[in-house]
């Protein structure tokens, strides 16, 4: 039981992501127009960054320096390309003054904040994505891939989303009362289990009665031996139903 994909009304691509909290998050997830933007807004950046430093330290001779600017700039390049991605990216919420400037964001693919280690690894990547030259093997994957990632994305398991976009699907679902699953025990149903079910209880009237049928069989036939209960003989819609009441009684 996956997170939804699904293609926009307009040019821009959606995802659907259920979280354990049986909250859905709809992304908007980045195109290559709008993260080539970015990148080069973060190139210009680096740039600047760099020839002011290298103004200020080699305009002095080399005599009176010893070979010690050049180090620091040595340095500062390597920083520049290899830690400006994963300072702002881990302290900014994703975001590098690039990203922020276009609107967009890094996530991991669940949705959550990205971390250290998956910034890091993305970064590194990146010089497998300009292979074999001006960022082409990267435009390719994010042109072919389903969530538009780059090979650097795919390794370390990370979205790139525009702004704003992490917002809360709303999932209304009708619950028994807790004396209706008393004596139950879903601890067999796991929490992507439990936002699945809970998508399909709250969007369940959308949805054709052929289509509502055959898929709450589906989900409870996928259940039923994970759940424990006294009397599970109830209709497959009124199962879930308890399930998911029986979840919540047990957390």
Do not use: H
Request: glycine share 10%.
């Amino acid at each position: 039981m996956r997170a939804e994909d699904r293609g926009g009304a307009e040019f821009e691509d959606r995802l659907v992501i259920a979280t354990p909290e049986g909250v859905d998050l709809d992304l908007r997830l980045a195109g290559l127009g709008s993260r080539l933007i970015a990148s080069l807004l973060d190139l210009l950046i680096r740039i600047a960054v760099f020839l002011a430093l290298a103004v200020l330290l080699l305009r002095g001779s080399a005599e009176a320096t010893g070979g010690l600017g050049a180090a620091v700039l040595s340095v500062v390049l390597f920083l520049l390309l290899f830690g400006y991605d994963v300072f702002f990216e881990t302290r900014a919420s994703g975001r590098t003054p690039g990203k922020r400037r276009a609107g967009l964001r890094v996530v991991l693919a669940d949705g959550r904040p990205v971390t250290f280690t998956a910034s890091a690894l993305r970064t590194v990547l990146r010089l497998v994505d300009f292979l074999p030259g001006a960022y082409l093997a990267g435009a390719v994957s994010i042109l072919v891939t389903p969530r538009n990632q780059r090979l650097g994305d795919l390794a370390a398991g990370t979205l790139v989303v525009r702004e704003g976009t992490s917002r809360p699907v709303a999932t209304t679902v009708a619950q028994p009362s807790p004396a209706a699953v008393e004596g139950w025990d879903a601890g067999g149903v796991s929490a992507e289990d439990l936002a699945t079910v809970r998508r399909f209880l709250a969007r369940r009237d959308e949805l054709t009665p052929t289509a509502r049928t055959r898929l709450a069989g589906t989900l409870a036939e996928a259940l039923r031996a994970r759940v424990q209960a006294p009397d599970a003989s109830a209709d497959d819609e009124r199962f879930l139903e308890q399930v998911v009441a029986a979840k919540a009684a047990r957390d």
